[in-house]
């Protein structure tokens, strides 16, 4: 911390809880405080500027106002993390991962890596989603994904095996679902249906993307389909609501 940027002026006509307000701006945007981390509490703070713990909580509530941090109770203030941006469009698309596609378009950095996989008996719901029977095969694999180097979603793809038989020794070699799918002759899917909810995070899902059991995920449960119609990809996600925001476009 820069002690030395702690004194004020108290005879601008700037009132002292927003010149507080104005220097940790300054500081968090300057990366001195890094997002998700948690600013020092509201006595180190008034101690910091000789102030009284009403004027930095006046100034700490400014920044929560203009969105640059976030005031948890009996936690403390974090700074706000940065959003990365999920396009749920409808229509046409090139093969692969909408998230691997919208991290690349924006900057961010996808650093997609396989979790796990394993062929298992399809539950009702994967069924349902892949117009299968109820117990047949489907391969399973789970990614996380990163975007600046943060986790910010992990996802759970599930296949019908029979269409696509040793796809995740495929993927083991590329890496890419892109060029996993292309191997089995698919370059262009479309989105059939796209559903968003809001839950609390399992124990698994907490740990992997290294967030309180208490801070809810934004759940997309999406069915893609080939150009004939054939479901080929149920996909349900897991994003850490703080760190991703789901577009809808037309």
Do not use: C
């Not at 976030?70 to 941006?85: D, N, P």
């Not at 993307?209 to 809810?216: A, F, I, T």
Request: charged share 20%; proline share 5%; no cysteine.
């Amino acid at each position: 911390m820069a002690e030395a940027r702690t004194t004020l002026e108290r005879k601008t006509g700037v009132s002292l809880w927003r010149q507080i307000a104005q220097i940790l701006a300054l500081e968090i945007k300057s990366g001195e405080f890094a997002p998700g981390t948690k600013l020092p509490t509201e006595p180190h703070l008034a101690r910091r500027f000789g102030v009284n713990r009403h004027t930095v909580r006046r100034a700490l509530s400014v920044l929560q106002e203009d969105g640059q941090v976030s005031i948890e109770q009996g936690r403390g203030t974090f700074v706000a993390e940065q959003v990365a941006g999920y396009a749920l469009a409808p229509g046409a698309h090139q093969v692969g991962s909408p998230f691997s596609t919208e991290m690349g378009r924006t900057g961010h950095n996808d650093g997609g890596e396989l979790l796990h996989a394993e062929h298992q008996p399809a539950t009702a719901k994967v069924a349902a989603a892949l117009a299968l029977r109820p117990g047949e095969d489907v391969i399973l694999l789970e990614l996380i994904h990163r975007a600046d180097n943060r986790p910010v979603s992990v996802s759970s793809h599930y296949f019908p095996a029979h269409r696509f038989a040793g796809l995740e020794d495929r993927f083991n070699k590329t890496h890419s679902l892109t060029q996993t799918l292309k191997a089995f002759g698919i370059s262009v899917y479309s989105q059939k249906q796209t559903k968003v909810s809001a839950s609390l995070p399992n124990p698994h899902d907490s740990r992997i993307l290294k967030m309180p059991k208490g801070q809810p995920v934004v759940v997309a449960e999406n069915v893609n389909v080939d150009m004939e119609g054939r479901a080929i990809e149920f996909t349900i996600s897991r994003s850490a609501g703080s760190r991703m925001q789901l577009v809808f476009e037309r």
